[in-house]
């Protein structure tokens, strides 16, 4: 698996994806093919844009020409699939793009990958597909699939296209479920980059509903390392949900975030002051919290501890 394709390698995950395996890898060539749309920056790439394994190929993975041509050229023998439409409230202002470009986009990049490459197809999901959990318990690999939003839906159906290559076709793919991912490079419609710029340019901050929804957060230097250890060693035809073990409501990161702004970007308020809660959004989950055991004790796997570390070099990051 020496010549990989990555998909939306301009987005977040992706360029800190590609940094990592780049820097980790010495014999594996990247070829990362993004339609740059909105969420999408070169600029998060200059590091590595002239490193003699890296070339960028700008195209759309719904174009399947484009997708075809990219592959033969390269000879590219396996795919990272990340590029995806990810924000939810865009999901529920135009659901059919997510269906387009998350689904379909897929689907062509299956079956390219099924008439050119002999390598490994890695698809990156999310753990928003399980729906949503009460105060206890954790998602697992065999949770039934009960997404709540158009983009969940979309994640979870191209998930399970991917799977179906695997049982009709023999493909050799793998699968991974990832809880909410910060740091750097993040685009500014997510929560942490949002309330980091609105605090820190004197905007409200919006706070969904009473702030109560519980998230677990996974840096994404952790999830790099977890998608690397999967592809390489994960077994064919198996999904691995990748945790972070950092759960806390939104009201509390976002107050938490306020505090270390306090300090960084003082003003004559608290930033805390600037929180503003707003309607809730339609189909909102309470809690998602995913069981990594399997990627722990099969690929020795496990995720940073210092949380509030990472988090304050986040927040240091984006002002």
């Not at 009201?251 to 003082?266: A, E, N, S, T, Y």
């Amino acid at each position: 698996m020496n010549n990989v394709l990555i998909t939306g390698g301009c987005g977040f995950i992706g360029s800190n994806l590609i940094i990592h395996l780049l820097n980790k890898h010495t014999d594996m060539q990247i070829v990362n093919f993004d339609k740059l749309t909105y969420a999408a920056d070169m600029n998060h790439l200059r590091s590595v844009s002239r490193h003699h394994n890296y070339w960028f190929v700008q195209g759309d993975i719904c174009d399947e020409q484009s997708v075809e041509d990219t592959i033969q050229e390269y000879e590219i023998d396996s795919i990272i699939h990340l590029a995806a439409e990810s924000h939810v409230d865009n999901s529920i202002n135009n659901p059919s793009q997510f269906v387009t470009t998350n689904v379909n986009g897929t689907c062509v990049l299956l079956e390219a990958f099924r008439k050119y490459c002999d390598g490994r197809f890695h698809y990156v999901s999310t753990d928003e597909i399980y729906g949503a959990l009460g105060h206890e318990g954790f998602f697992h690999e065999d949770s039934p699939l009960r997404p709540n939003s158009p983009y969940s839906a979309s994640k979870a159906a191209a998930g399970l296209m991917v799977r179906s290559y695997h049982k009709t076709f023999g493909l050799d793919v793998v699968m991974t479920s990832c809880s909410n991912n910060y740091g750097r490079h993040q685009h500014r419609e997510k929560l942490i980059p949002k309330v980091i710029g609105t605090a820190k340019n004197g905007h409200n901050i919006p706070v969904y509903g009473h702030g109560n929804n519980v998230r677990d957060w996974l840096h994404v230097d952790d999830h790099c390392s977890a998608i690397d250890l999967v592809f390489r060693n994960g077994e064919p035809g198996e999904m691995y949900n990748v945790g972070g073990d950092n759960e806390i409501c939104n009201i509390d990161l976002v107050k938490q975030i306020c505090r270390v702004l306090d300090h960084m970007h003082p003003k004559e308020q608290p930033h805390e002051s600037q929180i503003q809660f707003v309607e809730d959004r339609k189909g909102h989950d309470f809690r998602y919290a995913v069981d990594s055991t399997k990627i722990k004790t099969e690929l020795n796997w496990c995720p940073s501890s210092d949380f509030d570390i990472l988090l304050e070099q986040t927040i240091k990051h984006y002002v």
